[in-house]
């Protein structure tokens, strides 16, 4: 396994990656959950007086989030209540420079790692090892941290490359989440396993399904993947209006799959008996899935008697794993599946990691905390890759000897 902070000592020039990616809107980068959680990490290393300097990644190149860090390195100030420093380099003479002013105690971060040509290409670790980017930056440290789990299943140089050149330890965010993360593939459970599976991408909800179909009992399904089940149960469910290639297309990909799956796990499978949609005046309306006659409505939500039949199930759990949102609950009309389930969670003391999507925001959203449940994870595709058991590269290369 990984080294922690807790085998590091204290006052080293430490070379931190931590994974900032963030929503932008109009140029203007939005705080989240990210800067809150990396920022327990960071404000330990300059509590411990650590030189520490900070590297992250923003949006992919040709994308309207690809952006500099610079607004980072403000919000990042305002969440540890201390000046992070920011240079608009990665590993040239500037940011070099500004590495060699980082006093003890002192934080700096450095430029859109995916800003630099020899970050992005998936190439292995040794490969990374060698860029002139690592080699370069590595000569300034003594230890590298890596805080970036939601970024840990990717082959880039800030995530792969400096485990093999400096000591490397797992910060704080990559310890809590890796545990929590892998607890549902790791640990036994003597009671009930129960996983809320939504969200708007079959493929991942298959993935998962077919990975932890002998670990988990009841599998609660919503979103778009749940009305796939439906519609592969015989039910008429289907987009016609807005959203009807994504559903069409996933249809046809994945029909043969779900239909399978549903034939194998008849008995671990909870589909929704009603569905709520959009009526004719903007309010939330249900129908029964049974009373659906014909595909013409867009759903956005399970029906308020599905969450009747899946809270139970989840009171009596010994552990709830969430991978995705049961509607669209951005909008309150049709956040009646999600938010249910998540109660009904927080309302047991069952072992819970919430996960998905952007599930974690409906919990801030509609009133609950997250010391409410036993984990909330940040990642996206990582999440994803733990619950279907694959190796996260970031991770093994830190657990080298
Ligand atoms: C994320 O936001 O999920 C991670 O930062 C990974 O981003 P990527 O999918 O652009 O590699």
């Given at each position: 396994s990984f080294k922690t902070l807790d085998d590091l000592d204290d006052g080293q020039r430490v070379l931190v990656r931590l994974d900032l990616n963030s929503p932008v809107e109009d140029g203007e980068v939005q705080d989240n959950r990210r800067f809150d959680r990396h920022a327990e990490t960071v404000a330990e290393l300059a509590d411990?007086?650590?030189?520490?300097?900070?590297?992250?990644?923003?949006?992919?190149?040709?994308?309207?989030?690809?952006?500099?860090?610079?607004?980072?390195a403000d919000i990042l100030a305002d969440h540890i209540?201390?000046?992070?420093?920011?240079?608009?380099?990665?590993f040239g003479d500037d940011a070099i420079a500004a590495i060699d002013d980082v006093d003890?105690?002192?934080?700096?971060l450095l430029e859109n790692t995916r800003m630099c040509d020899e970050e992005l290409p998936e190439e292995d670790p040794e490969v990374k090892a060698e860029t002139e980017f690592v080699q370069t930056l590595s000569a300034e440290f003594d230890a590298y941290v890596n805080d970036a789990y939601s970024a840990a299943h990717r082959s880039h140089a800030?995530?792969?490359?400096?485990?093999?050149?400096l000591p490397a330890y797992a910060g704080r965010v990559m310890e809590t989440e890796y545990e929590a993360n892998t607890a549902i593939a790791e640990k036994e459970f003597d009671g009930n396993v129960t996983m809320v599976v939504g969200g708007t991408k079959?493929?991942?909800?298959?993935?998962?399904?077919?990975?932890?179909?002998?670990?988990?009992?009841d599998f609660l399904l919503g979103g778009i993947a749940g009305e796939l089940f439906l519609r592969a149960d015989g039910y008429p469910v289907g987009h016609d209006v807005g959203d009807m290639d994504l559903f069409d297309e996933q249809w046809e990909a994945n029909q043969a799959k779900i239909e399978s799956m549903l034939a194998e796990?008849?008995?671990?499978?909870s589909l929704a008996v009603d569905l709520a949609y959009e009526d004719d005046d903007e309010n939330r309306a249900e129908i029964a899935v049974d009373e659906i006659e014909e595909k013409t409505q867009g759903f956005l939500d399970v029906g308020s008697e599905t969450v009747m039949t899946y809270s139970p199930i989840i009171r009596e759990s010994e552990a709830v794993f969430v991978k995705g949102a049961l509607g669209l609950f951005e909008d309150e009309r049709f956040s009646v599946g999600t938010v249910g389930a998540l109660e009904a969670i927080a309302a047991t003391d069952c072992f819970s990691v919430v996960g998905g999507g952007d599930t974690s925001r409906a919990i801030r959203m509609y009133g609950m905390t997250e010391e409410e449940f036993s984990h909330v994870s940040i990642a996206g595709g990582a999440y994803i890759s733990a619950l279907t058991g694959q190796e996260l590269v970031g991770i093994e290369v830190l657990a080298r000897e």
């Open positions: 411990r007086e650590f030189q520490t300097v900070l590297m992250a990644h923003q949006g992919r190149p040709g994308r309207d989030t690809f952006v500099s860090l610079e607004q980072h209540d201390q000046d992070v420093g920011f240079v608009a380099d990665t003890s105690g002192e934080v700096l800030s995530l792969v490359g400096f485990p093999l050149v079959a493929t991942d909800v298959i993935d998962v399904m077919s990975a932890l179909d002998e670990k988990v009992d796990h008849r008995d671990q499978i």
